[in-house]
């Protein structure tokens, strides 16, 4: 069986709660890209999802304190970020110190907005801040659409010259 390359990790910041919803969503706009979301949080700790009526358990991969960023492309704020603000927003300095992207999907833009230095955005929106600048939508699938821009972009920048 031929496999293609091994997937690039992403780091995806998450809080107590996991929106399943949501990490599935940046999961499949990831895969389209050839990356995969990596679980990380500020606590070493067994986490919980619903989807529909179901539990699901989650394992956090890496600790805000252990983590080699070097190792990912970009971080992934979770909707559950601010929850952890301390450890999320310490994440995100770290990310953007080393030039790398730092999405804040809805409920968590305000931890980037604050980084950037600008009013904080509504819950519904969804933010990308790219060497020093606040990329941010709210319209439909705004989730989807920041994620695939982003990644896309890394791709483009990673691409040998024509």
Known sequence: MKHGPRPSRVAAFVA????VQQLQTANDALARH??????????????RGK????????????????IDESQYDALVLLEDAATQAESAT???KLFASKGKPVIAL??????????A???TPSQATSAAL??????????????WKIIDAVIGRLQREAAPAA
Request: one cysteine or more.
């Open 16 to 19: 107590e709660s996991v929106n």
């Open 34 to 47: 050839n990356r995969r979301a990596v679980l990380v949080s500020g606590q070493q700790a067994l986490l």
């Open 51 to 66: 989807n529909g009526g179901t539990e699901i358990n989650f394992a956090v991969a890496e600790t805000v304190a252990d």
């Open 90 to 92: 310490a994440l995100a």
């Open 106 to 115: 809805s409920g968590s833009a305000s931890i980037i907005a604050t980084l």
């Open 117 to 119: 230095g600008t009013d």
């Open 130 to 143: 790219i060497d020093g600048h606040l990329y941010a939508s709210d319209e439909a699938d705004c989730e």
